[in-house]
């Protein structure tokens, strides 16, 4: 069980020694859905931005948290400013093809503004707009990723299933930020 909490809406946080546990995700997800619904402003991504500051202090990776930080930074003039948006969640299974000429694809009811993809501690998020990005593994490997963006539907891909996020018959989890309207 977490045993820290954010101080905006007390979203779980783990120590290294802590157990990780499914409904306290759920949990989390919850807040956030309501939160979202709630039309947060742009003071929900400066608190974002709080938040990624202080997670310099755990035990996480300093490189990829720097990263996330400025890519946070980057993103949030573009995203103030654009009202509500929806939260979308669905699910697939990978079918291990991968590359330029077998593309992971999803297609949402809504142009996806941020992609998350993950698969126990395998992740990847895609930004709107963005042609590059990466997945990561918790063994620390990564993959760069190629994407394309066409209406709904973003396309992927990588030299390799794992790295593409489509490894086969593993099940990935995919929570979508949508475009309000």
Not at 23 to 28: G, V
Not at 116 to 130: K, N, P
């Amino acid at each position: 069980m977490a045993s820290n909490y954010t101080s905006s809406y007390n979203l779980n946080q783990w120590s290294a020694s802590d157990r990780v546990l499914r409904t306290e995700f759920n949990a989390d997800n919850a807040k956030i859905d309501a939160a979202l619904a709630g039309k947060a402003s742009a003071s929900s991504v400066s608190s974002l931005q709080t938040t990624v500051n202080g997670l310099k202090t755990s035990k996480a990776d300093k490189t990829a948290l720097d990263a996330l930080k400025t890519t946070v930074t980057q993103h949030t003039s573009s995203l103030s400013g654009k009202g509500n948006c929806q939260l979308y969640t669905t699910s697939y299974t990978g079918s291990g093809a991968c590359g330029a000429d077998s593309p992971t694809s999803l297609t949402f009811p809504k142009r996806p503004m941020v992609v998350f993809v993950c698969s126990g501690r395998a992740r990847m998020i895609l930004f709107q707009g963005d042609l590059e990005s990466w997945s990561e593994s918790y063994t620390g490997s990564m993959a760069d990723v190629t994407v394309t963006w066409s209406g709904n539907t973003v396309k992927w891909y990588t030299g390799y299933a794992n790295g593409q996020m489509n490894a086969s018959g593993r099940s990935y989890q995919v929570i979508a930020l949508l475009q309000a309207g």
